[in-house]
T-cell receptor
Framework: DAKTTQPNSMESNEEEPVHLPCNHS???????IHWYRQLPSQGPEYVIHGLTSNVNNRMASLAIAEDRKSSTLILHRATLRDAAVYYC?????????????FGGGTRLMVKP | EPEVTQTPSHQVTQMGQEVILRCVPISNHLYFYWYRQILGQKVEFLVSFYNNEISEKSEIFDDQFSVERPDGSNFTLKIRSTKLEDSAMYFC?????????????FGPGTRLTVL
């Protein structure tokens, strides 16, 4: 499985933008980039996914490098509720039914 | 908004006992999954299930584990003879069979404690 590398932790101030990086230098052409997050004592929660183009949704934006070897999850205005572990995951062909392989993720701490 | 539900929220059992963890996936979803997370560790995939059969399973999902969709709504994980190392949070998830989509919706989890 293609692997991802993320910083163990990051800190942000409330109401400021947060850029969470992810390296995936061995990504293949059919791998989709997914981001999930896990709030304390909860199950993982889907955030966003993309293949080649940048993506926006109500939760976040995903910026994908032109060579696809890295991506950045952007939270435009961090809130205290965004404090969570963020996981960058590659999913082969993005087929429904594919297992998600979670790494250690980035623990985001948001300061008031 | 539809959500995945799991029962019980916490299950305590003695080593060697059988446990059944229950999940109600989102109603129009057709793919179902079980993951587990040992305290302080990564979320690990156990099994995926589609069309009444296992579509993929990990090395963790050995003969002591089984899954079933006994009716149109429930999806269960059975552990036949629990071990101490089975203590973990168990998350159920489901997804729609959309082309180009693998967004998985997770439940809140069942905390299994094996004594």
């Amino acid at each position: 499985d293609a692997k991802t590398t993320q910083p163990n932790s990051m800190e942000s101030n409330e109401e400021e933008p947060v850029h969470l990086p992810c390296n995936h230098s061995t990504i293949s052409g059919t791998d989709y980039i997914h981001w999930y997050r896990q709030l304390p004592s909860q199950g993982p929660e889907y955030v966003i996914h993309g293949l080649t183009s940048n993506v926006n949704n109500r939760m976040a934006s995903l910026a994908i490098a032109e060579d696809r070897k890295s991506s950045t999850l952007i939270l435009h205005r961090a809130t205290l509720r965004d404090a969570a572990v963020y996981y960058c995951i590659l999913s082969y062909e993005n087929n429904a039914g594919n297992m998600l392989t979670f790494g250690g993720g980035t623990r985001l701490m948001v300061k008031p | 908004e539809p959500e995945v539900t799991q029962t019980p929220s916490h299950q305590v059992t003695q080593m060697g006992q059988e446990v059944i963890l229950r999940c109600v996936p989102i109603s129009n979803h057709l793919y179902f999954y079980w993951y587990r997370q040992i305290l302080g560790q990564k979320v690990e995939f156990l099994v995926s299930f589609y069309n009444n059969e296992i579509s993929e399973k990990s090395e963790i999902f050995d003969d002591q584990f089984s899954v079933e969709r006994p009716d149109g709504s429930n999806f269960t994980l059975k552990i036949r003879s629990t071990k101490l190392e089975d203590s973990a949070m168990y998350f159920c998830a489901s997804s729609e069979p959309l082309a180009g989509g693998n967004e998985q919706f997770f439940g809140p989890g069942t905390r299994l404690t094996v004594l």
